[in-house]
């Protein structure tokens, strides 16, 4: 079992920039592909940033590429998402979520998720 708890979310102007952090517990973090993902009101739930265990391997959504990096701490039990150069578009509940196994860019394969963070980015 992996419990997930994002913080870092708030209110930013466009342009600006936030971290997100998602803190796990457990001793077998390093196992798990960690992804981030994203719900704005009355749409579905979409992928942003995906990593890799070991960190080595990222993949991005292309509405984030080149703003937004993922990376993540084993030692600390933590991944982040840094987001630059926010749009308005870019306002969500961000979500981290965990699966056993590689990469990927789809939900329904992630096994666990956190409670989401609120990004509101403003014109």
């Known amino acids: 079992q992996v419990q997930l708890v994002e913080s870092g979310g708030g209110l930013v102007q466009a342009g600006g920039s936030l971290r997100l952090s998602c803190a796990a517990s457990?001793?077998?973090?390093?196992?798990?592909?960690m992804g981030w993902f994203r719900q704005a009101p009355g749409k579905e739930r979409e992928f942003v940033g995906t990593i890799s265990g070991s960190g080595g391997s990222t993949a991005y959504a292309a509405s984030v590429k080149g703003r937004f990096t993922i990376s993540r701490d084993n030692a600390k039990n933590t991944v982040y998402l840094q987001t630059n150069s926010l749009k308005p578009e870019d306002t969500a509940v961000y979500y981290c979520a965990a699966r056993t196994g590689g990469i990927s860019s789809r939900p329904y394969e992630y096994n666990y998720w956190g409670q989401g963070t609120q990004v509101t980015v403003s014109s």
């Open positions: 457990g001793r077998t973090f390093s196992t798990y592909a």
